[in-house]
Nanobody, 124 residues
Framework: VQLVESGGDLVQAGGTLRLSCAAS????????MMWFRQAPGKEREGVAAIDSDGTTRYADSVKGRFTISKDNAKNTLYLQMNNLQPEDTGMYYC???????????????????WGEGTLVTISS
């Protein structure tokens, strides 16, 4: 299993970014996939999740600004981030939920694979 994130960058507040996560080594379409982030000095938090049937869930802090999506044909997970704010700064990680947890609760209990992360920095 391999997850490789890309798309992180330095942008000004109010800007947009699109993160991608290329998955390989397993049947991408049948798993719930998630995005987590970790800000400097803070704990990692679940940001968004998309289940195998396309059901999505967002943290309250990003609802209405971020959109999670996936392309099963390309084995790729996306996170469209609009109206970015300085508090969105952090390392963003793609993750696969094994099915043992509750993916749509945005917890990491069932995560069994992580990417290396991509850095998002928002300047004010």
């Amino acid at each position: 299993v391999q997850l490789v994130e890309s798309g992180g960058d330095l942008v000004q507040a109010g800007g947009t970014l699109r993160l991608s996560c290329a998955a390989s080594g397993y049947t991408f379409s049948i798993y719930c996939m998630m995005w987590f982030r970790q800000a400097p000095g803070k704990e990692r938090e679940g940001v968004a999740a998309i289940d195998s049937d396309g059901t999505t869930r967002y943290a309250d802090s990003v609802k209405g600004r971020f959109t999670i999506s996936k392309d099963n044909a390309k084995n790729t997970l996306y996170l469209q981030m609009n109206n970015l704010q300085p508090e969105d700064t952090g390392m963003y990680y793609c993750a696969r939920e094994s099915g043992l947890g509750d993916c749509l609760r945005l917890g990491d209990y069932g995560v069994d694979a992580w990417g290396e992360g991509t850095l998002v920095t928002i300047s004010s």
